[in-house]
């Protein structure tokens, strides 16, 4: 796979170590939603990435909806603010809604979502999460289908970000907010 790697990011897990697993996860998926549809609910902008691979390893139909949230500044830690940026563009009541998360941190995000979500009376509500953080919980939340369990360092690439840089990283790696300033 080719694509940039600038010297302030460390690879934590490699493309294909990403691929494999999300593939996993969506042959998961594919069996437990076996003779159903779903919306799959990508949550901008940090999941594009891994929403793109997943439904395209999902043998269901799926509908793919996008819902903008924002909760971070341009920090390396949560605002606790969690703000809709970008509804839906359909509704989703009687729908099976898997929401796709790129990261679990504080699971402030997540736990505003389902919330959102629910008073829309969809049929269900699972998530799958790529990356989860439990050093930094705040909220418990329920992932359905998780990728990595990963330390509390910050990490970008896979549609990652840090100020809205690092997102077409094909991997993901661990950020030194030193070397920032230096590229
Ligand atoms: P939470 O509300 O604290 O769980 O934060 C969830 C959101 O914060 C994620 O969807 C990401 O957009 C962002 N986030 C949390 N940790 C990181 C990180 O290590 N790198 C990049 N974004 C992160
Ligand atoms: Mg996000």
Redesign the pocket.
Known sequence: MTGFSPPEVTSLIGAHELCARVEELAAEITRDYAGRSLVLLC?LK??FVFAADLARSIALPVRCEFLG?R??GDD?K?SGV?QITQDLTRPVEGDDILIV??????????SYLREQLRSRNPASIKVAALLH?PA?MQRHVEIDYLGFTIED????GYG???AERYRNLPFLGVLDPSGIAAS
Do not use: A, C, Q
Not at 102 to 107: L, P
Not at 153 to 156: E, P
């Open positions: 949550v940090g999941s949230v909760s971070y390396t949560s969690v998360e790129d990261i679990v941190d504080t699971g402030l995000t997540l953080k930094r360092v910050f990490v970008v990652l970000d840090y």
